[in-house]
């Protein structure tokens, strides 16, 4: 345990450096500096699933709803998308693709 002397001197070095402007602009920056790439992580991630869930319900949506399917969209894809909602024997009406 800290002796009483210690913790009374860090107090009035806490007290003393909270009153200086510099000083709480220097801890400041620090903490920004250390808390941005975290941030900028977190960002990342959540746009990420985002952009993920975004594409799941349009795809339930198109398998289930119908609607207009671009010709760039993988024969593969486009199976399983259609073999979702409709067929019960796996056929997706595509010929050549199960």
Known sequence: MAAPAAITLAVKAAITAATDKRTRQAVGVIIAALL????LIVVVIVSLLSAAANHNN????????GGAISSQVPAGFLCSVLRRGKSPNG?????GLR
């Open 36 to 39: 941005a790439p975290a941030i």
């Open 58 to 65: 349009a795809a339930i949506d198109l398998s289930f709803n």
């Open 91 to 95: 056929w997706c009406g595509i010929p």
